[in-house]
C-alpha cells in the first residue's frame, strides 16, 4: 500500500493525520494519504515569493522545454509516487479504482495531458497573442509593434482546489509553471494522482521543486488555500459559483451548461450531427464541464431525441478494465439514487418525456454493493419553460429542447 506524504514547498512532509483511500468496488485500501491542514498553510505562505523567484531563474522557452520533457516521463515513465514507484499502467488502475472512471478513460485523460504539455509554447503564444516572453518576466518591455508595455505579476503562486470527477481538468493549470509562478494544490479527495505525477514528472527533468506545495486535506485546507492565496481558482457547482460570485482573486469553475443549438439553415439537416451529438453527450462518461446538457432545436426535437436514445439508451455499466466501459461509477453513497429521483420528479411536469426508457430495457438507476450507476437519459421537452431544462448531471444526461429559432 503506498504511503503519500504532503509536499511542502518541494518536500515531503509526513503527518499524524492520515487518510486511506479505497478501491470504490472492494472497499480494499490502496493508499494511506498524508493530510495537511489550515494552520500548515498558513506557515507555509510566508515562502510564496520563493516559489516565484526560483522559476524566474529559468527563462519562460526553457520552461516550456521541460514541460515537453516533463510530459513524456508523466505519459510512459514509472515514476515517484510516495514512498513506491508507479508505472503508467499502475497510474490509471489506481486512478480507476479511487474516482470510478473506466480505466481507458483514465490512459485517454493522459494523453489529453500530454498533448498540452508537449504543446506548452502554442498554449502560452495563444494566451499571450504573441507577446514577447521577455516582457512577463521582466515587467515591461516592447512589443512587436514598438509599443511600451508592462504586465506585473499579481501572486507568487497560484492556488488551487481541484476536484475528484475528472482528471482532465488539470490542463487548465499546466501553463501556470512556464509563467514563472509557482502552484499550491489542494487535490480532490479521491484523485490526488495526476497533481502528484505531474509534480515528479516536472521535477525528474530539472523544473524546481520548491515551486510545488500540494495539501490533500479535509475541506478546511481548500478554505485555506482560497484565502490566503492572492490568486485562486475553484471548481464547483453553481453553489460554489455564487458563493465567490464578486471576489476578483478567485476564479470558479462551475457547471459547463454546454449546449448544441440548431438554427433555421441547419435543422433539417440533422440527421448529419447525429454522431456529434453522442459523442458530445458521452464522451468523457458524461463528467467533463464540456459535455452537452441541452440540444435546442426550432423543429424536429421528437426525431432528435429519439435517435439520441437509440444510441444512447442501450448503454449499460461495464467493468472498468472493459476497454468499452463509458459509464463512471457513483462512489458516494446517496448521490446517484438523489439524482434519479429529481430527473424522475422533473419528467412529471407537462411536456417533459423521457425517451430513452423504451431503447434502455431496465432501470435509469443501477445499485451495486458499494457503488451506483446512472445510466443515459434523453429528455424532450416541448418548451424552455420546465425547471429539467436547465438540469446538468455528472453522467450522460441531455435534454432536447423544442423552441423557436
Partial sequence: MLEIPVIRWGKPYTSMEQSEVVHFETGESLAKIHQANAGLLNMDMRFAQRARNVLREHSIPSLIEKMGQAAELYLNATLPMGDGTQSPEEFCRIQSATTGIPEHLCAANMRKNYFVLTHMGDVLEALTRGLPFDI?????????????????????????VLPSNSPGVHTLWMPVIPLQVGLIIKPGSSEPWTPYRMFEAMAQVG????????????????????????????????????KYHGDPRIQVHGPGWSKIIFGEDEVDNWEKYVDLMVDSVAANAGRGCINCSAIWAPRHGREIADALAQRLGPIAPLPMTDPKASLAAFTTSGVAEAVNNQIDAGCEAAGVTEVTDKYRGGPRLVQQERCDYLRPTVIHSTSPEPEIVRAEYMFPFVVVVDCPQ
Fill in 136 to 160: 512577463l518576466t521582466k515587467g515591461y518591455g516592447q512589443e512587436s509593434r514598438g509599443v511600451m508595455l508592462s504586465y506585473q505579476a499579481q501572486t507568487p503562486v497560484l492556488g488551487l
Fill in 207 to 242: 523544473i524546481p521543486r520548491e515551486a510545488f506545495c500540494i495539501y490533500p486535506g479535509p475541506t478546511d485546507v481548500g478554505g485555506a488555500v482560497l484565502t490566503k492565496c492572492p490568486r485562486a481558482k475553484i471548481f464547483g457547482s453553481q453553489q460554489t459559483i455564487e
